[in-house]
């Protein structure tokens, strides 16, 4: 099983920051099957990016993925009050599926 | 309009059986897969299977494999995640979600919060 490890666990910025948030895996993730999810309290999770890069339907673009192989990252340009929540990166490959701990961004 | 609508909150007693839904609409029940997530009290989400409901393929992970079970009814566009023998463990969230690109989901039901108390 692929262990996903997002790094740093809590963000504390204020709005208007830059925000770069860290997911890797224990060994190679395919790209096409690298996400990253916005969970706010009380909410089910929102997808953001897909295949690591693209930006899922309606979601703004200050939110962009990079990365491959192992390291993965999600970067939030500037952030709005709407941002503030936890983001999990997910991979699905050879039939499993699995989350990483989550990076909880909050208010500095 | 995508649809994922889960049925209602459960409280249930350890050892009791319970069957949870996820029924779709707005899109080919048939031609998607449909995965489950499980979220414990203030925890992060974890990956619990998925099921095509073209075929019923269905896998599970290691870490759920043998305690639940995941179906579907294609006829009426609904999916299922059941248990045989709850335990206080089972307390939970549990998100149905359907697969973009196999296990990677672009939409989510609400929630359905399994509660398993004595």
């Known amino acids: 099983e692929i262990v996903l490890t997002q790094s740093p666990g809590t963000l504390s910025l204020s709005p208007g920051e830059r925000a770069t948030l860290s997911c890797r895996a224990s060994?190679?993730?395919?790209?096409?099957?690298l996400a990253w999810y916005q969970q706010k309290p009380g909410q089910a999770p929102r997808l953001l990016i897909y295949?690591?890069?693209s930006r899922a339907t309606g979601i703004p673009d200050r939110f962009s993925g990079s990365g491959s192989g192992t390291d993965f990252t999600l970067t939030i340009s500037r952030l709005e009050p709407e941002d503030f929540a936890v983001y999990y990166c997910?991979?699905?490959?050879?039939?499993?599926?699995?989350f990483g701990g989550g990076t909880k961004v909050e208010i500095k | 309009e995508v649809q994922l609508v889960q049925s209602g909150a459960e409280v249930k007693k350890p050892g009791e059986s319970l069957k949870i839904s996820c029924k779709g609409s707005?899109?080919?029940?048939?031609?998607?897969?449909i995965g489950w997530v499980r979220q414990m009290p203030g925890k992060g989400l974890e990956w619990m299977g998925i099921?095509?409901?073209?075929?019923?393929?269905?896998r599970y992970s290691p870490s759920f494999q043998g305690q639940v079970t995941i179906s579907a009814d294609k006829s009426i566009s609904t999916a299922y995640l059941q248990w045989s023998s709850l335990k206080a463990s089972d307390t939970a969230m549990y998100y149905c979600?359907?697969?973009?690109?196999?296990?990677?989901?672009?939409?989510w039901g609400q929630g359905t919060l399994v509660t398993v108390s004595s």
């Open positions: 060994q190679s993730v395919s790209s096409s099957y």
């Open positions: 997910q991979q699905y490959g050879s039939s499993q599926g699995t």
């Open positions: 979600a359907r697969g973009k690109d196999g296990g990677i989901s672009d939409y």
């Open positions: 295949g690591a890069s």
């Open positions: 707005g899109y080919s029940f048939t031609s998607y897969w």
């Open positions: 099921i095509y409901p073209g075929d019923s393929d269905t």
